[in-house]
């Protein structure tokens, strides 16, 4: 893949990464692959089937069907659907059948912009930029919350820090590319930013590694 044109955009949840990749891709004319829909669609999948979130085999048959799948289900953006996501992602099997598609991705001509958990470290691990977006548990707790009340969905702060906090340790503790930052990538904290100016700070981290300096 040309690895000098590939941004990947890695973090915890509502770390702001998505914000940052979604704006990376609009300023460098890229295409932006949000790898944690692929996870929400293979759990929001596999339970409309009727399978458990702990059926490897299952879910990773879910996987292999998505390409065929629209990521712009609503269903696949909720609370439920994210914890859905954490849980099948401790599939190997899982992550090895969504691997070729993540790196088909990346490989499109031009270049891309990759939003998600191992994006610098197992995907895509040639990436001429690499971000690590992180905040404190606390500021994205409210975010979240902020979202999904926006949403329409019903459910109290101490709630969402508790699952903020749960998915932290299934993702970083995962025996299967468990969330951390490259040795190479830049760590942005996010927690008393702007959009503004995380999309800024992310804008010079990008155009440092690509002159070949640190930021």
Known sequence: ???????????????????IASGLGRLYG???????LLYRAVGVLLQRAGG??????????VARGLRAVALDDEAFRTRGAGEAASQVAVHPEVRQVLLALQRDFAAQPGGAVLDGR???TVICPDAGAKL???????????????????QGESVGLDEVLADIRRRDARDSGRAAAPMAPAPDAVLLDTSEMTIDQAADAARRIVEAARAGQTP
Not at 3 to 16: E, R, Y
Not at 52 to 61: K, N, V
Request: charged content about 20%; proline content about 5%.
């Open 1 to 19: 893949m040309s690895g000098d044109q590939v941004i990947t955009v890695d973090g915890p949840a509502a770390s702001g990464k998505g914000t």
């Open 30 to 36: 890229l295409p932006v692959l949000d790898s944690g």
């Open 52 to 61: 458990g979130l702990a059926d490897a085999a299952a879910a990773a048959a």
């Open 118 to 120: 191992d994006m610098g």
């Open 132 to 150: 690590y977006v992180t905040a404190s548990p606390e500021v994205r707790a409210e975010r979240r919350w902020r979202q999904l009340t926006g």
